[in-house]
């Protein structure tokens, strides 16, 4: 059997960019550790949740890692406040610095990220917002910083529903959107998220450190924008349904909270900041350390994303090099690595958003089968070897590739969909 790394390029997937020749950046990127493994391995393209649905970073995740989202999506909130380890029992939100400018009685979204602010001015601003007491101190509010523009949003009190539609509008230039209830037990949450707002708001819009931010030429993080309303869940180990030891390698905060709501160990190695100036080797250097204790590996980049929500073809193109670089120790794997490289969703620079697109996909290891692709891109996926496919398929074909997958019809597990295929996880009968 063997070990597998799961390289998650998050926003791997693109169109073409007239910046680029009418390249996507994949295509325009000199990428040759990618592109050898290409020629050698198998590619395909991947629909994370379903062609044509934009997947969010948390759900496209889910699907590839094997959870039914109609069954198993607890919302993006909890996956923010896992990230930095808290486990709350209330209402948890993702939560947006972003700019707003007044319009006839109504905010319009400037930035959804407050020209990505970060640093001291957003420790300064998420202080003042730590502890706040709504509905007459019915509802405790708790806001925590995480990287950047995140932070998340806990809500806390008695007879409070995560079934809350989601305030931003995920465009800039539309109005901040009326919280509303989705069913009857969320009116009360309803109201705490609405006083939440306007309180927050007041705050934030004359706040000393968004009068220096406009002063400099900065954009001002006047306002908290909320999204994914959740409640704590508890989700079954991938250990369980897959048969893996897993480890994560992130610095992104969602990305630590989903693994660490699967089970996985998280490590943050240093120089990894979840932004394009990321040091990706020491990412890949520490994957290839764990393999010693952990039997897979999920390894996370996130600078991609950042360069295509920024509508920046040319950034993409530079962080896909720098990533490429860093992936230089698996083109020569053991015999019994797996390496996987994919995306979580596709991120059109075009767009500056996610997309329905599909995702480039690359199985790579000594002794696999090879199809007629020689780069790693969209083009050549789209006719390779493996084909196309859901992601919610891309843990049995891991298993299938790892030689781990178990012949349809045995049934040696007290549930078929686990395929532990681990002896020391089997129940012996006693003589």
């Known amino acids: 059997m063997r070990r597998v790394i799961l390289l998650i390029i998050d926003g791997l997937g693109d169109r073409p960019s007239p910046s680029l020749k009418w390249l996507t950046p994949l295509q325009a990127a000199e990428i040759p550790n990618m592109d050898l493994m290409a020629a050698k391995g198998l590619l395909g393209m991947q629909y994370p949740i379903a062609p044509g649905i934009p997947p969010g970073s948390d759900s496209g995740h889910l699907s590839i890692f094997g959870y039914d989202l109609d069954r198993e999506y607890p919302g993006r909130g909890v996956f923010e406040a896992l990230s930095e380890g808290v486990v709350s029992v209330g209402v948890i939100f993702r939560a947006n610095f972003s700019t707003v400018r007044e319009e006839n009685g109504k905010l319009v979204v400037v930035d959804r990220r407050a020209g990505r602010i970060e640093g001291e001015d957003a420790f300064s601003l998420s202080s003042e917002l730590k502890e706040l007491y709504l509905l007459n101190g019915e509802v405790k509010a708790k806001f925590l910083h995480t990287l950047e523009h995140r932070g998340f949003l806990i809500l806390e009190g008695e007879g409070l529903s995560s079934l809350v539609t989601d305030v931003d509008p995920h465009e800039e230039g539309y109005y901040v959107l009326e919280p509303e209830p989705i069913d009857d037990k969320a009116v009360k949450t309803v109201e705490a998220v609405r006083e939440f707002l306007l309180i927050s708001y007041r705050i934030l ?227």
């Not at 006047?222 to 897993?246: C, Y």
């Not at 530079?318 to 020569?332: G, M, S």
């Not at 040696?412 to 532990?420: A, E, G, Q």
């Open 205 to 431: 819009k004359d706040h000393e450190v968004n009068r220096k931010r406009i002063a400099e030429g900065k954009l001002p993080a006047n306002f908290i924008l909320l999204r994914g309303a959740s409640s704590p869940t508890k989700l079954e180990p991938f250990s369980l349904r897959w048969g893996f030891k897993p480890a994560a390698v992130a610095a992104g905060p969602m990305y630590k909270g989903i693994a660490r709501a699967l089970g996985f160990e998280v490590f943050h190695p240093p120089g990894a900041t979840g932004l394009p100036d990321s040091d990706f080797s020491s990412k890949i250097r520490k994957a290839l350390d764990l393999l010693e204790e952990f039997d897979f590996i999920y390894v996370h980049m996130k600078g991609t994303d950042v360069a295509s929500h920024n509508k920046d073809p040319e950034q993409k193109v530079r962080v896909l090099e720098r990533i490429d670089l860093a992936l230089e120790p698996l083109t020569d794997p053991p015999e019994d690595l797996l390496v996987v490289i994919t995306g979580d969703h596709a991120t059109p620079c075009s767009l500056g958003k996610h997309s329905g697109d599909p995702v480039p996909v690359l199985f790579y290891g000594k002794g696999l089968p090879k199809d007629d692709s020689s780069n790693f891109h969209e083009l050549d996926a789209q006719v390779g070897g493996l084909g196309w496919f859901t992601g919610s398929s891309m843990m049995r074909l891991i298993l299938n590739y790892s030689d781990r997958a178990l012949e349809y019809g045995l049934r040696p597990f007290p549930r078929p969909r686990d395929y532990i295929p681990k002896i020391e996880m089997l129940n012996p009968l006693r003589l």
